[in-house]
């Protein structure tokens, strides 16, 4: 029942921002945390960042701390992530996830997205 559906990214140079949203459909994972987490070629999917659905608190991952943002919208039901000073060593694919199985940051989630590719070119 559940859906997540990233859009957003792009091919972009380095310095440059972009804005990924995820929207949610189904009711399963509506009071749950969302995450974002990125996978480059040859790496494993690590966490990017989290944000409670109705607490608003947020977690990032030191590696985009101070140049990314998540913000959530409880009424359209979307999860967005503001990248600024975007970095080659960015590129990857960014993917939506809910309903975390483990810890916040580990990549254990009930559901995910289908990714959205970001590039980030130097």
């Known amino acids: 029942q559940v859906q997540l559906v990233e859009s957003g990214g792009g091919l972009v140079q380095a310095g440059d921002s972009l804005r990924l949203s995820c929207a949610a459909s189904g009711r399963t994972f509506s009071r749950s945390l969302m995450a974002w987490f990125r996978q480059a070629p040859g790496k494993e999917r690590d966490f990017v960042s989290a944000i409670s659905w109705f607490a608003g608190s947020a977690d990032y991952a030191d590696s985009v701390k101070g140049r990314f943002m998540i913000t959530r919208d409880n009424v359209k039901n979307t999860v967005s992530l503001q990248m600024n000073s975007l970095k080659p060593e960015d590129t990857a694919v960014y993917y939506c996830?809910?309903?975390?199985?483990?810890?916040?940051?580990?990549?254990?989630?009930?559901?995910w997205g289908q990714g959205t590719q970001v590039t980030v070119a130097s």
């Open positions: 996830a809910a309903g975390p199985l483990g810890g916040a940051r580990s990549a254990r989630y009930a559901a």
